[in-house]
């Protein structure tokens, strides 16, 4: 079974900038697409940005959309977000899951692999 692994939560002010990584335990480009979801306390997980499994179509939620970046090292086999000006609202921990289908989803329960998370706080 494929584990995945976060990393690059931390604090950060008010319209600043964070990159997370998500690392594979084994290469999952020929098996799994990628997306970031996020959960606030108290809050339902939801979609941030996926890419296809080729790595060559991204997708993004509209409230992030021209602020994060999602991207794919295939040389390291690591799916990194990057994350521009970012907001109070959205401190949530950051997961990233793997899913089957090839295009990628916004659908949560399309994924069938997750890793534990990263905790992004921002400072207002």
């Known amino acids: 079974q494929v584990q995945l692994v976060e990393s690059g939560g931390g604090l950060v002010q008010n319209g600043g900038s964070l990159r997370l990584s998500c690392v594979p335990s084994e290469r999952t480009e020929s098996a799994y697409s990628i997306g970031w979801f996020r959960q606030a306390p108290g809050k339902e997980r939801e979609f941030v940005a996926g890419?296809?499994?080729?790595?060559?179509?991204?997708d993004y939620a509209d409230s992030v959309k021209g602020r994060f970046t999602i991207s794919r090292d295939h040389a390291k086999n690591t799916v990194y977000l990057q994350m521009n000006n970012l907001r109070p609202e959205e401190t949530a921990r950051y997961y990233c899951?793997?899913?089957?289908?090839?295009?990628?989803?916004?659908?949560?329960?399309?994924?069938?692999?997750w890793g534990q998370g990263t905790l992004v706080t921002v400072a207002s």
């Open positions: 890419l296809n499994r080729s790595g060559a179509t991204a």
């Open positions: 899951g793997a899913t089957t289908f090839y295009a990628g989803s916004r659908i949560l329960s399309r994924y069938s692999i």
